[in-house]
Structures are given as structure tokens and as C-alpha cells.
């Protein structure tokens, strides 16, 4: 499980105490990835821009007649994370907090804050408080710019192995709470959060189509999108704005049209053999990983979760994304990633499995149903790349992986019908205890998929025109629109 540490970790930082000079020496590796982060989003040196967070604070906590102490943390793509700590003369007490600046001219500010008040609103998961937030470049660091509480504790990640079998069960026992909390806030369209703000303080919360953001441009927001009530056509929509998106640029880009006519066949099969039976879209944070758990330690029997972070890919999607394999809880590996083909293998070690059995008992049927069986892990896939789109390298090898994988689970079956009872006969085998589900080895795929697969190639063929393109993602022409920007907005079906 390859992962960064949380920012919100005290111990792998480098501080700077104002407004005296200091020198500062990196103290982990951690430091060392923020110092290249300098270099890699052409950012000035951190003691330059330290100044300008001191600047920052005198003018936001202007009591203060101490100095405060300001950390470089390690960062994200989008944002750069620095800790600050007021002095007592600046509010009574001593206090820190997260300083979250945009590392781009173009940021989701308006997105991140939204999120963050919704999910506070709307469930009980704790999460750190907005103190401040400027969503201009009207301030001494020239960006925009958030100021949180700073959560105490460390992040799962560091403490995870270092923690009791006990501590790790409590920790296991919120960490499903958390799940569940998430997964009971529902919406009947898919998308992200946004929110206006009211003159009576309160909010309005929209859900808008996912981003379509080539180099960070904003997307055209669709409040009202009544087509993407079901799981197939938000999956066709999107394979259709990203080709849209692609043509616009490259109109002979015949790989991206390719591509996207897979990807939809693809959801047309599964939706075919009624993979998308469920059509709830579920608020799903989709980088809860143990880096964005923070904990704190009680006990030798007890541990709490003492805050989430990063929402800012929080969003309403499909079940059985928000069923994603945690397998991390017992099968825990500093350095491998998670491999959901293998991760309903039975534990080694007795701990392990009860941790494992811990998990899913606390999570229910709904999530050993979508978590484990292998057209879910392929349709967690698809719908990453239709919301993601396939914009590098590694992208389009996750697409070619998905389209041999999905050709061979469903090369083996003989209908649909088939499927549906393999499926049936796993659900009711399937225990905490048992050894990964043999769902691929069972019968698969009905004559109506040689059907899809002559209508798409025979619309790739035609790729020249515009009723090629509607014809392969099975659409009416009138609903791609071209536009001079890069900006999208697929027309809903008249």
C-alpha cells in the first residue's frame, strides 16, 4: 500500500519560527517530496513564502504580539499545505491549524468548501473547522487560500502497524462507521456538491455533473441533469463528454472515439445482465485511505479516529463505488498496494481474520455484495475512467486492462440468465472466512454482445462523420455539441 502521510502529521515537518530568519533542514523524506514540489509546480523557495504566511497571520490574528510558528508541511496536487501556530496573546490560547493555499490560477475553492459544509451538515463524520477563507488573490500570498483547525493525532497510515490488535479493532469499528455514515447520505443523480451561499447565512446545495477539467479548466455546471437518474446513462454521458471534449481538439483522434465506444459497450453488457440494479448514487469520499485517517491513541486497547481529510474528491457516485475492497485492514503492507482480485483470500493470521470478519459484519450484505465479486471491481474501474476520462498514459493502460479482463469474465458465459445465477449462487456462499468467490470460473456472455460488438464496429468504420460518433456511444447526434472552448455540455434528449 504505497501512500503519503497525511499533512497533518507534526512529525514530519520542517518549522520556521517569524519573524525571525531561521534555517531549516529537512527532517524525513516527507520534506524532501514538498522541497521538490518547489521545483516541480515552479513555486518560490518556502523560506520566501513563509513571509508571506507571517504576513498572513499578522493581518488575520492582529492581537498577536509573539511570533508564530509556521511548518512546511508535505502537499497535494492541487493544494500546498503549511501549519501555523498562533501565539497565545493572538486569541487566549495557543492554537494550530492547516493553511490549504490553491497551487493553480484556476482552483475549486467554491468546490472544496461546499463539500466540506455539506458533509459537516450532513453526517457526524468529524472533520476540521473552517476558521478562515479567501477564494481571491486579494491577500498577502496573492492566492486563494483556507484556514482550518488542524486535527489532532497522527495519520493511520504512520500508526496503523505499531497498533495493538485491540486498538486496531476500535479503530476498525469507527473506520466502518465512517463507511456507513457516507453512504447513507443518498441523491438520485450522481455529481459533485456545490453550494450559494444565502443573505440569511445558510447554504443551497446543487449537485453538477462531474468535471470535465482538461489543464484545469473549468467545466460548464449542469445543475439539472434528469438524464443521469440511472447508472447507465450517467456512464454513456460521460463517455460522451469526453469525446466530445477529445474531437474538439483532435477531430481525427479515432484512438479516444475507439475508446469510448468500448467503455460504453462495456456498461451497455453490464447493464444487460443487470449489474446496475441499484440506481442510488451514495456521497463516497474517494480517497479514504488510512493518509487521510487521522487517529489518536487512548489506550492499549483504544483508539479513536479523531478526524477525515481531503474531501475534495468527495462525490455522489454508484454503490458499489462507495463498496470499494479495504483490504488494507488485514492484509496491512507498507509497501504493496491493494489488490482487489486477491482480497477476499483468506488472512494468514487468526487476528487478521477477525479483523476481516470485524469489518464486514459492521458493514452489512449490501457492502460483501458489491465489495468482492469481480464485475463490481471491473465496474468501479469503468466508472473511474467514464468520470476521469482518459487523459495519460497510465489511463489508457487501465482502459486496456479493463477491456481484456471484462472480454474474459464474459467470454465464459452462455446468457444472462447464467450470469445472474452464478451471481446469486456466490452471494450465498459467500463468508468472511471463505476463499475468494470463484465468479470467473463460472459459466458467461449472451449472442446479443456479438450484437453490440458488430453495431460498434461497424460505427467505428464510419468514424468520418458525425453519425458515426453518436452511433458508436449509441446516442442521437443532436446530443454532441461543439464548442469553440474547452468547455462541454452534452444537450439532454429531446
Known amino acids: 500500500m504505497t501512500q503519503m502521510p497525511s499533512s497533518q502529521d507534526s512529525g514530519c515537518s520542517t518549522a520556521i519560527t517569524l519573524p525571525e530568519r531561521t534555517s531549516y533542514s529537512a527532517r524525513s523524506h516527507l520534506s524532501n517530496v514538498s522541497e521538490s514540489s518547489s521545483v516541480v509546480y515552479n513555486h518560490e523557495p518556502f523560506d520566501q513564502y513563509a513571509l508571506k504566511v507571517k504576513d498572513l497571520c499578522q493581518k488575520l490574528w492582529p492581537l498577536a504580539t509573539e511570533d508564530f510558528v509556521i511548518e512546511r508541511l508535505p502537499g497535494g496536487s492541487y493544494n500546498r499545505i503549511i501549519g501555523i501556530t498562533t501565539p497565545p496573546s493572538a486569541s487566549g490560547t495557543e492554537k494550530r491549524y492547516i493553511l490549504r493555499v490553491a497551487r493553480f490560477d484556476v482552483s475549486q475553492h467554491d468546490r472544496e468548501l ?85 443573505k440569511d447565512g445558510t447554504w443551497i446545495y446543487n449537485i453538477c455533473r462531474y468535471d470535465i477539467r482538461p489543464d484545469f479548466v473549468h467545466d460548464v455546471d449542469d445543475v439539472d441533469h434528469p438524464r443521469d437518474h440511472n447508472v447507465l446513462n450517467m456512464l454513456l454521458i460521460q463517455c460522451q463528454r469526453w469525446l466530445a471534449l477529445s474531437l474538439q481538439y483532435d477531430p481525427k483522434d479515432i484512438l479516444s472515439l475507439d475508446y469510448y465506444a468500448q467503455l460504453s459497450k462495456i456498461a451497455r ?59 488494507w485492514i488485514w492484509t496491512w503492507d507498507d509497501g504493496e498496494v491493494d489488490d482487489e482480485g486477491t482480497a477476499n483470500n483468506v488472512p494468514a493470521k ?55 479482463e471484462w ?10 440468465d447464467a450470469f445472474i445465477g452464478v451471481v446469486a449462487y456466490n452471494l450465498r456462499e459467500t463468508d468472511s472466512d471463505c ?54 455540455k452534452i444537450l439532454s434528449k429531446s
Open 407 to 416: 472480454a474474459e469474465f464474459t467470454d465464459t458465459f452462455d446468457s444472462p
Open 114 to 198: 461546499a463539500i466540506h459544509r455539506y458533509v459537516a451538515q450532513h453526517t457526524s463524520i468529524p472533520l476540521a473547522d473552517i476558521v478562515f477563507s479567501d477564494p481571491t488573490n486579494d491577500n498577502p500570498l496573492g492566492s486563494p487560500y483556507v484556514v482550518q483547525s488542524r486535527i489532532p493525532g497522527t495519520s493511520l497510515w504512520l500508526a496503523y502497524h505499531s497498533l495493538t490488535h485491540e486498538q486496531r479493532k476500535s479503530v476498525v469499528q469507527q473506520f466502518a462507521t465512517v463507511l456507513l455514515d457516507l453512504q447513507a447520505v443518498k441523491n438520485e443523480t450522481s455529481g459533485v456538491v456545490t453550494a450559494t451561499a444565502q
Open 350 to 404: 487468526p487476528e487478521d481474520c477477525e479483523l476481516k470478519r470485524l469489518f464486514e459484519d459492521m458493514m452489512g450484505p449490501v457492502y460483501l455484495k458489491y465489495a468482492y465479486q469481480p464485475q463490481y471491481r471491473m465496474v468501479r474501474s469503468l466508472f473511474l475512467l467514464a468520470k476521469d476520462g482518459l487523459r495519460s498514459s497510465w489511463t489508457i493502460k487501465e482502459a486496456e486492462k479493463l477491456f481484456k
Open 435 to 488: 476463499e475468494e468467490a470463484a465468479a470467473s470460473d463460472s459459466p458467461s456472455v449472451s449472442e446479443s454482445f456479438e450484437r453490440l460488438q458488430m453495431d460498434a464496429d461497424s460505427s467505428i468504420d464510419r468514424k468520418d462523420s458525425p453519425d458515426a460518433t453518436a452511433a458508436v456511444l449509441g446516442v442521437d447526434k443532436a446530443q454532441l455539441k461543439d464548442e469553440k472552448t474547452a468547455q462541454v
Open 269 to 327: 453488457e453490464m447493464d444487460e445482465l443487470g449489474v446496475f440494479e441499484d440506481n442510488t448514487f451514495h456521497l463516497t469520499h474517494l480517497d479514504l485511505e488510512p493518509r487521510n485517517i487521522m487517529v489518536v491513541i487512548g489506550s492499549d486497547k483504544h483508539a479513536s479516529i479523531s478526524g477525515v481529510l481531503d474531501w475534495d474528491s468527495a462525490i455522489f457516485a454508484p454503490v458499489f463505488t462507495a463498496c470499494e475492497v479495504r483490504s
